[in-house]
């Protein structure tokens, strides 16, 4: 899990959290330090404050989801911010979930177990159309082959036919 917040507290509060739930847990303490810490070792889900200094969490997450690699990671949103429209602005910026501060624990791990669930499954998924996709392909390729032998059979046997008939 990375966690990306500006304020110490926050940050020492749900590593804490999460490592004595069994997470291993990254930080950083703005967007550009998440972005590098990510594109090094892609994590699986982000925890994201919203008013940080230079790129807000919003500008950060639609980062992520521009970067091939990093764009299926799940992002929350954990911010102090409670109106709608932020809310809406998180879910826009391409956020999966938004849990308001201060946060309670059941509910943070409760919310990050299901997102990190979801997102090996989603992987998995994946893994599995992929492998189907290239056995498919593989069988197509066989099939073209025994209908290219089939066809070319069939036209020696026409034309062996068209000669015995000349031949008569």
């Given at each position: 899990?990375?966690?990306?917040?500006?304020?110490?507290?926050?940050?020492?509060?749900?590593?804490?959290v999460l490592?004595?739930?069994?997470?291993?847990?990254?930080?950083?303490?703005?967007?550009?330090?998440?972005?590098?810490?990510?594109?090094?070792?892609?994590?699986?889900?982000?925890?994201?404050?919203?008013?940080?200094?230079?790129?807000?969490?919003?500008?950060?997450?639609?980062?992520?989801?521009?970067?091939?690699?990093?764009?299926?990671?799940?992002?929350?949103?954990?911010?102090?911010?409670?109106?709608?429209?932020?809310?809406?602005?998180?879910?826009?910026?391409?956020?999966?979930?938004?849990?308001?501060?201060?946060?309670?624990?059941?509910?943070?791990?409760?919310?990050?177990?299901?997102?990190?669930?979801?997102?090996?499954?989603?992987?998995?998924?994946?893994?599995?159309?992929?492998?189907?996709?290239?056995e498919i392909?593989?069988?197509?390729?066989?099939?073209?082959?025994?209908?290219?032998?089939?066809?070319?059979?069939?036209?020696?046997?026409?034309?062996?036919?068209?000669?015995?008939?000349?031949?008569?």
């Amino acid at each position: 899990i990375l966690v990306v917040d500006d304020t110490l507290t926050n940050l020492v509060l749900a590593n804490t959290v999460l490592q004595q739930n069994g997470y291993q847990v990254v930080s950083a303490k703005n967007g550009k330090k998440a972005l590098a810490i990510a594109k090094k070792e892609p994590p699986d889900l982000v925890l994201m404050d919203v008013e940080m200094p230079g790129w807000d969490g919003y500008e950060t997450c639609q980062r992520f989801k521009k970067e091939a690699n990093l764009a299926t990671i799940p992002i929350l949103f954990l911010s102090a911010l409670n109106k709608p429209e932020d809310k809406v602005r998180a879910f826009a910026a391409g956020g999966i979930d938004y849990i308001h501060k201060p946060f309670q624990e059941e509910e943070l791990l409760a919310r990050v177990f299901t997102h990190v669930e979801l997102y090996h499954l989603r992987e998995k998924l994946e893994q599995k159309i992929a492998e189907q996709h290239k056995e498919i392909l593989a069988y197509t390729t066989q099939l073209e082959k025994k209908v290219e032998a089939r066809t070319t059979e069939l036209n020696q046997a026409k034309e062996m036919a068209e000669a015995a008939n000349l031949a008569k």
